[in-house]
């Protein structure tokens, strides 16, 4: 039987109402006042959450259903820009009541997937692919990666990443490489060589590129590669998504190709 995500949608139910709890004590000057991300204030992050939210419950019903969904029904390129802002008649505020509200739609609806169902895959249409094939337990640790990296952004002193977060979203980060490597963000082809990633309290992967061929498995900590990343699980997944890294890493072999990684892998 497919393993029932139940810890991961706990989590993200802890976070989002850290999330939600935080926002709504804020004044609407402080809630339209910058993030940590360039050109988001904490209500484009708020905005980006709840409609992350709406369209992570738009797929589930859709896997259950069998039936193809994006997650930008009209595509990201036509669609993101709007979902980043409050509509026409809404005030800061409703923004986060209705980011509270959506979220605990989805919440309830993947309580009440049973444990045989978490398997059916999550399939878009052939016109508008963006997240690829996954599982329908995988989109519990996407929404848990969406509200863990941008509650950080908030600067809002909120939590450290959970340890359920870390711990489930490296190896899945790790090995999503290999079909997803970036769809909205520049990426440099010309990096051709290896990575040895080597988490200090985790999993060891190799990652390889050539071009835009990628290849990202398990390996032992002491494999070949160009370059060797090694880091807390933490501080890998951080750079997997663009964030800062904490403690940061040891770079060992060819050290130029070691900090071109983000290069190669500029985040989500």
């Not at 863990?148 to 490489?177: M, Y």
């Not at 060992?252 to 190709?257: E, K, L, P, S, T």
Request: proline share 7%.
């Amino acid at each position: 039987m497919f393993e029932c995500p139940s810890p991961v949608i706990e989590a993200v139910q802890s976070r989002t109402q850290e999330i939600v709890d935080a926002l709504h004590s804020l004044s609407d000057g402080d809630l339209s006042a910058p993030s940590g991300l360039q050109d988001w204030s904490r209500l484009t992050i708020a905005a980006h959450l709840r409609y992350g939210a709406r369209a992570m419950l738009r797929m589930t019903e859709g896997a259950l259903t069998a039936q193809p969904v994006a997650f930008y029904p009209e595509g990201r390129e036509r669609q993101r820009a709007d979902t980043l802002r409050p509509d026409a008649s809404e005030r800061p505020h409703d923004v986060v009541l209705s980011l509270a509200r959506c979220s605990k739609e989805l919440h309830a609806a993947w309580r009440s997937v049973g444990p045989e169902r978490w398997s059916v895959q999550v399939t878009e249409p052939d016109d508008n692919p963006d997240l690829g094939t996954v599982s329908l337990a995988r989109l519990p640790l996407m929404r848990l990666t969406e509200v863990e990296v941008h509650g950080g952004d908030l600067n809002l002193d909120l939590s450290p990443w959970s340890e359920v977060f870390v711990s489930a979203a490296l190896p899945f980060r790790l090995s999503w490489l290999n079909t997803r490597r970036t769809n909205h963000r520049e990426v440099d082809d010309s990096l051709e060589g290896s990575w040895l990633l080597v988490a200090t309290d985790g999993p060891t992967f190799r990652v390889a590129v050539r071009g835009r061929r990628v290849e990202s498995h398990p390996a032992d900590s002491t494999a070949a590669a160009t370059a060797v990343i090694e880091a807390s699980s933490r501080d890998l997944l951080a750079l997997l998504l663009g964030r800062p890294l904490v403690a940061g890493a040891r770079l060992r072999g060819d050290v130029a190709f070691g900090e071109a990684f983000s290069r190669a892998f500029p985040g989500p």
